[in-house]
């Protein structure tokens, strides 16, 4: 089947565009309002966009109602925000965390998730979550789309900390088999991953190699080597 979006129909029972954009890192972001109420929310279309330093994006699109969401006012004005990883033990309480609620609704409250305060911004982040980026905010790019919904704010931000528990690491390595992290689907599928394998490109340069692995202690390594 062939469809061009906004031009042609798909004739599918549902929109097959999301579920072939797979699987999808959930961008669990806790955020704080100026006036100092927390916030908690879910976001599928979320993503690392490099290394060194390490920054990451999340989208959300705007309500039917045509309003930004609380999560990227929030960022916007305080220049803060945190990503929770979403786990397989945690999965209830991040679908919990994605109602539309009422704003000053306490989601941590709402999904029954301890705040943890973190330790570089005034931003609680879920305790019950093995892994945490303390964020400052970088920038907002908005797209613009169909109403009602369509129009998103593509938040990105520096990683300026990130906490990373003891017990899900093994050799050194952070451990999916662990922290089972879920990941968004189509439609309303999610999946888990507890499986993993490697490959590594042949013959490709060491530069290559640690880009891909995204070691920032290699990459100033290189950068001295190149500027001596």
Same mark, same amino acid.
């Given at each position: 089947?062939?469809? /061009?979006?906004? !031009?042609?129909?798909h004739?599918?029972?549902?929109?097959?565009? !999301?579920?072939c954009?797979?699987? =999808?890192? &959930?961008?669990? &972001?806790?955020?704080?309002?100026?006036?100092? !109420?927390? *916030?908690l929310?879910?976001?599928?279309q979320? *993503?690392?966009?490099?290394?060194?330093?390490?920054?990451?994006?999340? %989208? %959300?699109?705007?309500?039917? %109602?045509g @309003?930004?969401?609380?999560?990227?006012?929030?960022?916007e #004005?305080?220049? !803060?925000?945190?990503?929770?990883?979403?786990?397989?033990?945690?999965?209830?309480?991040?679908? @919990?965390?994605?109602?539309?609620?009422? +704003?000053?609704?306490? /989601?941590?409250?709402?999904?029954?998730?301890?705040?943890?305060? $973190?330790?570089?911004?005034?931003?609680?982040?879920? $305790?019950e979550?093995?892994?945490?980026?303390?964020? #400052?905010?970088h920038s907002?790019? =908005?797209?613009?789309?169909?109403?009602p919904?369509?129009?998103?704010?593509?938040?990105?931000?520096?990683?300026?900390?990130? +906490? @990373?528990?003891? #017990?899900?690491?093994?050799?050194?390595?952070?451990?999916? =088999?662990?922290?089972?992290?879920? $990941?968004r689907?189509?439609?309303?599928q999610?999946?888990? &991953?507890? #499986?993993?394998? /490697?490959m590594?490109?042949?013959?490709? %340069?060491e530069?290559v &190699?640690?880009?891909?692995?995204?070691?920032? =202690?290699? *990459?100033?390594?290189? *950068?001295?080597?190149?500027?001596?």
């Amino acid at each position: 089947m062939f469809y /061009e979006p906004g !031009k042609t129909d798909h004739n599918l029972p549902h929109d097959p565009f !999301k579920a072939c954009v797979v699987p =999808r890192p &959930i961008g669990w &972001i806790s955020t704080k309002s100026k006036d100092g !109420k927390a *916030n908690l929310a879910p976001y599928s279309q979320f *993503n690392n966009l490099t290394f060194d330093p390490p920054y990451v994006m999340f %989208s %959300s699109n705007q309500t039917v %109602s045509g @309003i930004r969401k609380d999560t990227v006012i929030n960022a916007e #004005e305080t220049g !803060k925000f945190v990503w929770n990883l979403a786990t397989w033990d945690l999965r209830n309480a991040v679908n @919990i965390s994605a109602q539309q609620v009422p +704003h000053g609704v306490d /989601e941590f409250t709402l999904a029954e998730l301890t705040k943890e305060p $973190a330790l570089t911004m005034d931003v609680p982040m879920v $305790a019950e979550s093995p892994v945490k980026f303390e964020c #400052e905010y970088h920038s907002t790019v =908005r797209l613009p789309g169909n109403p009602p919904m369509g129009t998103v704010d593509v938040v990105i931000g520096r990683v300026v900390a990130v +906490h @990373i528990r003891d #017990e899900v690491l093994t050799d050194g390595l952070l451990d999916v =088999r662990k922290t089972k992290p879920i $990941a968004r689907c189509g439609y309303y599928q999610y999946t888990v &991953i507890n #499986e993993t394998f /490697e490959m590594v490109i042949p013959g490709m %340069s060491e530069d290559v &190699i640690y880009g891909l692995e995204g070691s920032a =202690r290699r *990459n100033a390594e290189a *950068n001295a080597r190149a500027t001596n």
